[in-house]
């Protein structure tokens, strides 16, 4: 998000360790705004990636374990974008509907990407918990272990019409990606590129929807910039450049 040239600050928290001075460093340069808690482990994952790109990730939490959004930290936002990650919250369980809510009616798209535990994650999903999210993306191995549904279209409308997501983006790697929403259902083809790592290819998908939406509010022209931005990050090693 910093590098497409959008506002951005981090909720969550960052160790004072090795990890953590590597990702002070990176946020420096981009511009980025943090909180930080010393004497601390940082949450890190590890990354294994495989000759053809794909890769497996296992993650430690670290003290974000000890992180918890309130609605309080986006009441004093004016027309800022809220971007979280519902897997890696530690508290699945959390009613994201007031905070939802607060979001809108300060004006705030919301957005959210899927990982970890997409059981318990589905649970909440379908109490109605992350009704009204404006846009959950995910991948099809997340989808369908999510919906338990083969067809990705079937999951998406699954989402939206029994969950109350606004939109569901699907990213399917060489396939593409699809965006599934009450009225109309949306696929771009991948381009054609040398893929060398797929580490934080979802990350820079989101990231370039939600760079182009929040200028136009253009929801084909930010699947396609999503896409692009997708694409561009695979062809180089590591999950940022």
């Known amino acids: 998000m910093a590098q497409k040239e959008v506002e951005t600050k981090f909720y969550g928290y960052i160790g004072d360790d090795y990890p953590g001075s590597v990702i002070i460093k990176d946020f420096v340069k981009n511009n980025v705004t943090w909180n930080q808690n010393c004497h601390e482990s940082t949450g890190i994952s590890l990354v294994l990636v495989d000759q ?13 374990d000890e992180f918890e959004l309130s609605a309080a930290e986006l009441e004093d936002l004016d027309n800022d974008i809220a971007v979280c990650g519902l897997g890696l919250l530690p508290h699945l369980e959390t009613d994201l509907k007031p905070l939802i809510a607060r979001a809108h ?32 993306f995910m991948n099809n191995l997340e989808a369908q272990r999510l919906c338990q549904l083969p067809n990705l279209i079937d999951c998406g409308k699954e989402l939206v019409n029994e969950c109350g997501i606004k939109n569901v983006i699907i990213t399917e790697g060489e396939g593409g990606a699809t965006m599934i929403s009450q009225n109309d259902v949306y696929h771009v083809d991948a381009n054609k590129v040398n893929c060398v790592d797929s580490t934080g290819a979802g990350d820079a998908f989101m990231a370039g929807f939600i760079a182009q939406y929040s200028s136009d ?22 999950a940022v450049r």
Not at 53 to 64: A, D, H, I, K, L
Not at 219 to 238: D, P, T, W
């Open 52 to 64: 053809s790109g794909e890769r497996s990730v296992t993650s430690y939490q670290g003290m974000n």
């Open 105 to 136: 009616s300060n004006g705030h798209t919301i957005y959210a990407g899927t990982t970890g535990d997409t059981n318990h994650l589905y649970q909440f999903i379908k109490e109605g918990k992350y009704s009204g999210l404006d846009f959950l």
């Open 217 to 238: 509010h253009d929801r084909i022209k930010s699947l396609i910039a999503a896409n692009n931005s997708g694409g561009e990050n695979v062809q180089f090693f590591g």
